[in-house]
């Protein structure tokens, strides 16, 4: 078997070139990083099974959020470890909804860690890893054409809807979902229409999750913080959304390899339903002066 070309290799995952036209394959890494200061270095780290978490995680998020029309870089889970994607011509913006008061920006304006946001906040990072990726406005990214003003106004909308949604179906399982991060990307149609994609991952490494009762952290922050049980936590999101047994398969640091191999693969429906390059258009409306 040829060795897989890669395209691009982060902190906590690795894209390799796809198995078909218009695809990637990416990989979840069992690796972890966190910045603990506004200008430190990432502190680093490796947990056996993360990734399989992940994996699993964002698969059965991104399939659900296909399910109320929020289009998707997912395609199929090929392996506990693997997903297929489309390939994206990515948006240089990091997207952080919050809706309650934690980490950067409790810093930032003061507020108590915890407190409830009187509405959801938006904010828009820069993704450069030189500049340590800068919190910037509306008019920074209209102003640099990252993205036009329409895109950024169809961003908002996915992100809020995305938002909505989301809050929902982790409250059910007993989570408060206090921020998170949103990637997105373009993809071109063959007769030039634009499509505005959601992509990278939505897991426990890029969202906040609190138990609502007890407020305990089941994210990364419990590593970037030192409370141990970074695993444990993961496992118990995703055994609350029933994706894993209530056994769970990592255990004193080690993997059930045959048991997480044994668990079923999930696939986007719509997405295989209506073809690789075929997907819906959300309209693009202008902003309203």
Known sequence: MSRRRV???????????????????????????????????????????????????????MSKLEGIGIPTHFLKSVNMREQLVRQLEMIPLDIVMRNVAAGSIAKRL?????????????????????????????DHIIAFNWIDPFELDELVAMSCRINDYL???????????????????????????????????????????WDIETNEKFDRDRFRHDLGGVIDAYQQVAQR????????????GSINEQLAA?????????????????????PVKPRKQ
């Open 7 to 61: 395209i691009y290799e982060g902190q906590a995952k690795i894209i390799y070139e796809g198995t078909e036209p218009g695809t990637l394959i990416q990989y979840f890494k069992d690796d972890l990083s966190a910045r603990t200061t506004e200008k430190g270095k990432d502190k680093t780290g490796s947990f056996a099974g993360k990734g399989v978490l992940n994996n699993r995680i964002s698969a059965h998020l």
């Open 110 to 138: 003061g507020l108590k860690e915890g407190a409830v946001l009187p509405r959801p906040i938006i904010e828009f990072y820069y993704k450069n890893d030189e500049l340590d990726n800068p919190l910037v406005s509306e």
């Open 262 to 282: 044994s668990l079923s693969q999930i696939d986007n429906d719509l997405a295989r339903d209506r073809g690789l390059r075929s997907i819906i258009k959300m």
């Open 167 to 209: 809050n929902g179906l982790f409250a059910g399982v007993g989570l408060r979902l206090v921020d998170f991060k949103l990637e997105y990307g373009r993809l071109w149609g063959e007769q030039g229409e634009l499509y505005l994609i959601l992509a990278d991952e939505i897991s426990p490494d890029t969202c906040r999750l």
């Open 241 to 252: 959304l029933g994706l894993v047994p209530k056994g769970g398969i990592i255990e004193g």
